[in-house]
């Protein structure tokens, strides 16, 4: 059995959104502040949004691996502002490997101990470049688990298509499963690619929280956060061919504990 698991909103929370973009921001928002008097506030959005924006545009003109290089963004951004700042997002994400900016999501450690101990292999497939997240897993120290650690700039393509997801393949597997967050990526993305998608949803309201992780694909409240959860993609219009209805997961999890659940039922499934 495989099992490849997503990075954030999944095993880790990393440092960008607490301290790597409010640095950034702040820094290239002052160039702002100076030349068309805003207030520092307004400054740093307007930058965020810039940031943004470019990753957008990136993934909208086939740069697929390039909307998620942090480094070269923000230089692009920083230039276009005028700014004299300069960044080495690496180095910044090191930084901020601190517990006050990274955490794991509960049950993690405990959930990948169990499945390693069960003989799983376990491999990583995440959007986010080897030198930004590896220094995250490292710090969490979850790293060790993680034999194949695929990241965009290492198979020139990401999520949600399927060459990224089959660098993880090793030989026949009697199961394959793909745990994340990202609707679009992790669950219609893990699908078209072969895996059973299991989405994590962590805010389920109690009626499908009651449901066992097989069956809540199926209630109709979930319609509601399929389509939320499409419509706040970064760009769901970067996959023309994605359509809601195709992004209904095989199992939905609200906590990494019950993922055990959903290897001992997909086992008995194949068996
Ligand atoms: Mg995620």
């Known amino acids: 059995m495989l099992i490849t698991f997503d990075l954030d909103g999944v095993l880790q929370v990393n440092p960008f959104g607490r301290g790597v973009f409010p640095e950034v921001r702040k820094e290239i928002g002052k160039t702002l502040v100076a030349k068309e008097g805003l207030e520092p506030e307004e400054a740093s959005r307007k930058v965020m949004k810039m940031i943004r924006d470019e990753a957008k545009r990136r993934l909208l003109s086939g740069d697929h691996v390039g909307a998620y290089d942090w480094d070269d963004i923000v230089r692009v951004v920083g230039e276009k502002v005028g700014s004299p700042a300069r960044f080495d997002v690496e180095q910044l994400v090191i930084k901020y490997c601190t517990p006050d900016y990274i955490s794991s999501y509960p049950y993690a450690e405990s959930t990948l101990t169990q499945l390693a101990d069960m003989g799983v292999r376990l491999a990583v497939v995440t959007n986010g470049f080897y030198k930004y997240q590896n220094p995250v897993m490292e710090g969490l120290g979850l790293r060790h688990f993680f034999e194949d650690f695929i990241t965009p700039e290492m198979v020139g393509t ?29 669950v219609w993305g893990a699908a078209r690619a072969g895996f059973e998608p299991v989405w994590v949803v962590h805010d389920l309201p109690d009626k499908v929280a009651n449901l066992l992780p097989w069956e809540r694909p199926h209630s109709r409240e979930i319609e509601v956060f399929m389509e939320k959860s499409f419509q706040s993609d970064l760009s769901p219009e970067a996959y023309p061919e994605a359509k809601v209805e195709d992004c209904r997961p095989v199992y939905m999890i609200k906590d990494l504990a019950e993922l055990l659940t959903v290897v001992e039922y997909a086992k008995e499934k194949v068996a």
Do not use: F, M, Q, R
């Open 158 to 186: 990401v999520k949600p298509y399927a060459a990224i997801y089959h660098a993880t393949i090793k030989g026949e597997h009697s199961l394959k499963l793909h745990v994340g967050d990202t609707i679009i990526h992790d």
